[in-house]
């Protein structure tokens, strides 16, 4: 018979593990670069959006500087005064505009260093200019400030917005270039992921193939090792039954024996001892000796008579059930002095002898048990024909069925109640005992009519 080698256990538990650890690492992995795509991604965003917000603030700062140097250039009555105001609101433009750049520069290395130089320069250079400018030493102030303004100013601030322009053009580009390297970023993770999923499941559905394999083989196993314990059990039953029916002949046989022969003989002896204690006569000792040799005779005869009725009742085959099961009781109640009483229904038609056979020997053996372990005082037996079964239920009045261990207990597996189920089973039917300590026991059995009958 086939049995799977233990390292089938173990490879599927090894193809399990593995598939466990590539799903762990996977999902780690994957979770990470996840995570890392997403910081990256808000990374680049924050950068390109504060270069954005930091060319914007160039652009409007430097444009707001303009329109200082436009009103300090314009201003007629009271020009230093504005001219004082301008040169501190340019200075504090320039601070502002100064520290955005280097505090930009420090994350931002997209945009080459010279072209922030060249943006930086042109900003000192027009800052520069619009101070010195904002206060011109001139008698015409308006002619004046037009020329400075079309001339130096706003020259320097197209300059600057040129500058800004190529700066936002070239994060622009970064930003581009960034997001479609982080694309094909996230591309080649999904395609590992593809890849890594693909080969889970290719190894799962391989670990599945063997696991199927392992269990059919498993399955086929049990199912054999079922059939032959059904096999077994079959040919145990089987032989029990043949061995019940020998052991049946056998007490017929033997019973027969002894009621014929040794009964046939003792009545014999007895006989010729009744003759020969006529012929003797007078003498009284020869007399006395005789009729002690019959006593022992008779008495003889009696126990070879009931070890007969015991062993295969001759009246069972004669009479039926109901009078040997009455017969058996009044010997019983004789033998223990425990009352007994027979309820019968329905018992009119003989049953089939196997039937009366394993109700005889249910009581018997029940009777046996209340005698030997029960300690009880009363015992009836309920014998009840039904249409297409009979019902025999043994109680009594004892002490009940003791916990296991008790060693003054009534075995329930006992050989006696063995033999009782191996019979009912034999012919179909149900057996049962029931009974708690100080309750009494009932013992029941069922046996199916239509089935022997049609046997």
Request: proline share 2%; hydrophobic share 45%.
């Amino acid at each position: 018979m086939f049995r799977p080698h233990p390292t089938i256990k173990s490879a599927l538990l090894a193809g399990f593990v593995v598939i466990f650890a590539v799903w762990l690492a996977s999902t780690y992995y994957f979770t990470a670069r996840l995570a890392e795509s997403q910081t990256r991604s808000a990374a680049i965003h924050a950068r390109f959006v504060r270069g954005q917000e930091l060319l914007f603030t160039v652009r409007s700062q430097v444009l707001l500087g303009s329109i200082y140097v436009r009103d300090a250039l314009i201003e007629v009555n009271e020009p230093s005064a504005a001219a004082a105001v301008a040169r501190d609101q340019l200075r504090n433009l320039q601070a502002q505009v100064s520290q955005e750049l280097e505090q930009y520069e420090s994350v931002d290395s997209a945009v080459a260093s010279a072209t922030w130089a060249r943006l930086e320069d042109e900003l000192r250079d027009y800052w520069e200019t619009a101070v010195r400018l904002a206060a011109p030493e001139s008698a015409d102030r308006v002619a004046t400030a037009q020329t400075l303004l079309h001339t130096q100013v706003i020259p320097k601030r197209d300059v600057i917005v040129q500058v800004s322009d190529e700066i936002r053009q070239i994060m622009a580009n970064a930003f581009t270039q960034e997001q479609n390297e982080l694309s094909n970023a996230n591309e080649q993770v999904r395609r590992r992921l593809w890849e890594t999923t693909a080969v889970a499941v290719v190894f799962g559905f391989g670990v599945a193939i063997l696991a199927t394999w392992y269990v059919g083989r498993l399955e086929a196993t049990i199912h054999e090792d079922h059939a032959e314990v059904e096999r077994n059990r079959q040919e145990l039953q089987r032989l029990s039954g043949r061995l019940v029916r020998a052991q049946e002949d056998e007490r017929r046989t033997i019973a027969r024996e002894l009621h014929d022969e040794i009964g046939q003989a003792l009545t014999a002896v007895d006989v010729e001892l009744a003759v020969a204690e006529r012929a003797v006569g007078i003498d009284g000792r020869a007399a006395a000796a005789l009729n002690e040799a019959r006593t022992v005779t008779q008495r003889a005869l009696g126990s070879v008579r009931d070890l007969s009725q015991l062993l295969r009742p001759a009246m069972l085959d004669d009479f039926g059930l109901p009078d040997t099961l009455k017969w058996y009781l009044r010997k019983f109640s004789d033998r223990t002095a425990v009352r007994t009483e027979l309820i019968e229904d329905r018992l009119t038609e003989r049953l089939p002898i196997d039937v009366e056979v394993c109700v005889y020997r249910t009581v018997q053996e029940a009777l046996s048990n209340v005698s030997r372990h029960a300690q009880a005082t009363a015992c009836r037996v309920f014998v009840q024909r039904l249409s297409s079964s009979l019902i025999v239920t043994v109680e009594d009045d004892g002490r009940g069925l003791q916990p296991e261990g008790d060693a003054g207990g009534a075995r329930r597996d006992g050989l006696g109640l063995v033999g009782i189920r191996e019979r009912v089973v034999d012919l179909g039917g149900t057996f049962r005992i029931e009974g708690r300590s100080g309750t009494g026991t009932r013992l029941t059995i069922e046996l199916p009519l239509a089935t022997v009958e049609r046997a």
